[in-house]
């Protein structure tokens, strides 16, 4: 009878064992695939000369590409990240805060520091600084009608995630898309310049090193919340793809976009505003000390802050 047990105890174990070298061996197979499938598209759309005073639409999403999938060298850190304690998931929730309220700042800022583009409605002329505040507005009232929708989806889940944590992922998961397409505009618009691709190859190469930031920013959000490691990868991704995409018809009818440039960035602004202060910085709370969650913030503003004011002087 002992020898029996001992037998199907040995038996489990192996079993457990071969499931989770199975699902290993899975998880490897997809990350290489997706390395496959980012590598294959960045090769087939380079175009043939990096750099052209004449920049074509193969320009723009080539270079709007590779910002895009810098976000997922953020992300890759927290791959190994373990189940995460109450005080770890507080701390990546201030410190993401810091990051998201340092986008917001920087988003506004650029805003207001657009060239004058004589926008007039009505005889009457709209400066930047109302467009943007009217779009900092917009994006608030976006994510509150947005979380209000989300929350009702009982049935929405992220892997074993459920309820309310998986309508918070979905929300800030979204916000940091949209975030992405005034990113987007921006590219566009740069490709349009007197430089051409050149100051198009500079400003794209500037947001790719701001992504990687950002894109752990995101993984700082999903990962210790229990969203598996290829789901964090992939949506750390996909929330940059929109610069790409908006990038191109931007490039090609940038008279009609211009005008809005300070309304997408001031709406960027406003969605990351309220994410950061009345989801992260909230939920931070319920499990750190408020000391430590005053000095995690401040660390990864300034961080993120220096990081782009050397962007900014290197380009």
Same mark, same amino acid.
């Given at each position: 009878?002992?020898?029996?047990? *001992? ?5 489990h ?73 109450g005080?770890?998931? &507080? ?24 060239d004058?583009?004589?926008?007039i ?5 709209i ?7 009217a779009?900092?507005?917009?994006g ?14 009982? *049935?929405?889940?992220?892997g074993?995630?459920?309820?309310? *944590? ?29 430089? &051409? ?33 290829? *789901? ?49 910085i ?6 750190i ?5 005053s ?21």
């Amino acid at each position: 009878m002992r020898e029996r047990r *001992q037998r199907l105890e040995g038996h489990h174990r192996n079993t457990t064992h071969d499931t989770l070298r199975s699902k290993e061996d899975c998880a490897s197979s997809k990350f290489l695939l997706l390395f496959l499938l980012l590598a294959a598209v960045t090769a087939l759309s380079k175009p043939e000369s990096l750099t052209s005073k004449a920049p074509t639409p193969l320009h723009v999403w080539y270079y709007g590409w590779l910002a895009a999938i810098c976000t997922g060298v953020g992300a890759l850190p927290l791959l190994v990240f373990s189940k995460p304690s109450g005080f770890t998931l &507080g701390l990546s929730n201030a410190v993401a805060a810091g990051m998201m309220l340092s986008a917001s700042y920087s988003l506004a800022y650029e805003g207001l520091e657009l060239d004058d583009d004589g926008l007039i409605l009505l005889d009457v002329k709209i400066s930047h600084a109302f467009r943007v505040s009217a779009g900092v507005m917009l994006g608030i009232a976006f994510v509150l009608v947005t979380k209000q929708m989300v929350e009702t989806w009982d *049935q929405f889940h992220f892997g074993d995630i459920t309820g309310l *944590q998986a309508s918070k992922i979905i929300l800030i998961v979204a916000v940091m898309t949209l975030h992405s397409f005034a990113e987007g505009l921006g590219i566009g618009v740069a490709f349009c310049g007197k430089g &051409g691709a050149h100051l198009g190859a500079f400003i794209s190469m500037s947001l790719a090193v701001h992504n990687v930031p950002e894109g752990l920013a995101v993984a700082l959000v999903l990962a210790p919340r229990g969203v598996p490691r290829f *789901q964090t990868l992939v949506l750390a991704i996909l929330s940059s793809l929109p610069q790409p995409v908006i990038a191109v018809p931007v490039f090609l009818f940038v008279e009609n976009f211009i005008a809005w440039e300070p309304v997408g960035l001031g709406f960027a602004a406003g969605a990351m505003l309220w994410v950061a202060v009345f989801e992260l910085i909230l939920d931070a709370l319920k499990e750190i000390p408020i000391e430590t969650c005053s000095v995690s913030i401040s660390c990864s503003f300034v961080a993120m802050m220096a990081i782009s004011s050397w962007i900014n002087v290197s380009t």
